[in-house]
């Protein structure tokens, strides 16, 4: 880095990105607490450990392929042409270990390359790897206290290192060939990220089928609620937390917009649309607060429901969030929110669906709507700022038909469809499913030996001390 205004921008974002990977953690804290606080007292561990080790499954899964796929397929391939070479994003690349820049030793990387990438490629990683994470714990919650562990590990890598990054490199990448053709624009991944997960989860929960005892013998649904509300409630405030590190680090903190007339720095866009933190802050806590007010009024009061209606409120925003007006937004969130409530309990009843923290509606519908909502409020807006890209034909500009054509993609087509499929072969193998009588029993008396092992132990000293048995229940 010989020039020191290039430093500058180049050190001044990789601590940027470094510091949301930090701040986004704390969504995977969220979600581990969540799901732990919504399940039954018998699958606590089951639920905490199965969340949580998608940190080694999907972080290895990623790094092997998952980042090399993002700047790979932005063409499609085969769409607006080939697969792209990404050198600086194999797992064999010196660019993925330490580095500190200088003349590169493997072949197709420059010196350009490595003054960048030595120091970027391992935070814009880590900013993508976060992301993936999301995607698989939103799939994680929605199927508690009934999949086996390993079935959902390898859905986990599916969405996390394959689909859910293919999805990234045609409309979250400022190339990608959604925004070229279709115009589609999804500034903070209301699509992306959102819509993939619930349609992904919709699939899995087809295949997957109920918790025993939810649905009576008439085949309405029984209420099971969070056994824990209070690790419910610290779960989803910490998701919202982390949310902000997940919008910040949608952004480019620092970079020249004018093309090469002149100088003018800003924030942009995942697309290097000029944007500012001011915009979505004053975004993101309206849409915030318009999902908490209409979950809190349509559940009439209900605190799960309040709480998922404000994360619901920011994803069903975050597609247009760069480009909103602060009562846009709030307005957005309320109106998608009193829908996807609805519309949950509307599936639940008519397709006998189990979605145990309704994954589905509130990050699946949520998306699909917001993606959808932005073609008409952004509609004739530019998708990506091509000509500052180097092209020298217009791309498409956002349209309600492109939005909706990009949201089909993501919630069916890289959502729902590998969903199926995967679990469908995974059912007919029977590694799906846990057994009746483990679900029964609950996951951790069958799955974790020390607790099978310390219940035996509460057992034979309670009948040498002359009491029943059942007083260890």
């Known amino acids: 880095m010989d020039n020191d205004i290039t430093a500058l921008q180049v050190l001044f974002t990789e601590t940027y990105y470094w510091i949301t990977i930090v701040f986004m953690f704390l969504i995977h804290v969220g979600f581990c607490t969540y799901e732990v606080g919504v399940s039954r007292r018998k699958n606590h561990l089951a639920t905490l450990m199965k969340n949580a080790m998608v940190i080694p499954v999907v972080g290895v899964s990623f790094y092997l392929f998952g980042w090399w796929l993002y700047s790979s397929m932005v063409n499609g391939p085969g769409i607006t042409g080939g697969l792209v070479p990404a050198p600086f994003a194999t797992p064999w690349s010196e660019l993925m270990g330490t580095h500190m820049g200088g003349k590169p030793v493997q072949t197709g990387l420059t010196p350009a390359d490595t003054a960048l990438w030595a120091r970027l490629n391992g935070v814009f990683w880590g900013a993508f790897l976060l992301f993936s994470w999301t995607t698989a714990s939103i799939v994680s919650g929605s199927i508690i206290e009934r999949v086996k562990s390993g079935a959902f590990w390898l859905i986990a890598v599916m969405i996390g290192s394959v689909t859910w990054i293919i999805d990234a490199a045609w409309g979250w990448h400022p190339a990608g060939w959604m925004v070229q053709l279709l115009g589609y624009h999804d500034a903070y991944a209301s699509g992306v990220v959102h819509a993939i997960a619930g349609g992904t989860c919709l699939a899995v929960l087809l295949n ?266």
């Not at 590190?245 to 970079?255: D, K, L, M, V």
């Not at 145990?356 to 993606?371: K, M, R, S, T």
């Open 208 to 473: 997957l089928g109920p918790r025993i005892g939810k649905f009576r013998a008439d085949g309405t649904p029984r209420n099971i609620p969070p056994q824990n509300p209070w690790l419910v409630c610290i779960g989803l405030f910490l998701i919202y937390t982390g949310f902000w590190g997940f919008y910040a680090a949608c952004n480019i903190p620092i970079y020249d917009v004018q093309a090469g007339d002149g100088v003018f720095w800003s924030a942009t866009n995942i697309y290097l649309q000029p944007t500012t933190l001011s915009a979505i802050t004053f975004n993101f806590i309206m849409s915030l607060c318009g999902g908490l007010m209409a979950g809190y009024i349509v559940s009439k009061g209900d605190a799960y429901w309040t709480f998922s209606g404000g994360l619901a409120g920011v994803i069903a925003c975050s597609a247009g969030n760069d480009l909103y007006h602060p009562i846009q937004a709030m307005l957005i969130a309320a109106i998608i929110v009193v829908i996807i409530y609805k519309l949950h309990y509307w599936v639940e009843r008519r397709f006998k669906i189990d979605d145990a923290v309704g994954a589905v509606a509130v990050h699946g519908y949520a998306g699909f709507l917001g993606v959808c909502a932005t073609g008409f409020v952004l509609w004739g807006y530019p998708s990506s700022p091509d000509a500052l890209l180097g092209h020298d034909h217009a791309w498409a500009k956002i349209t309600p038909w492109g939005q909706f054509a990009g949201a089909m993609i993501m919630f069916w087509g890289l959502g729902f469809i590998p969903g199926y499929a995967l679990s469908w072969v995974l059912k007919k193998l029977n590694l799906l499913r846990i057994p009746r009588e483990v679900e029964l029993a609950g996951l951790d008396y069958h799955a974790h030996a020390v607790t099978v092992r310390e219940d035996d132990e509460i057992r034979a000293v309670l009948i040498e001390a002359g009491r029943s048995p059942a007083a260890a229940e």
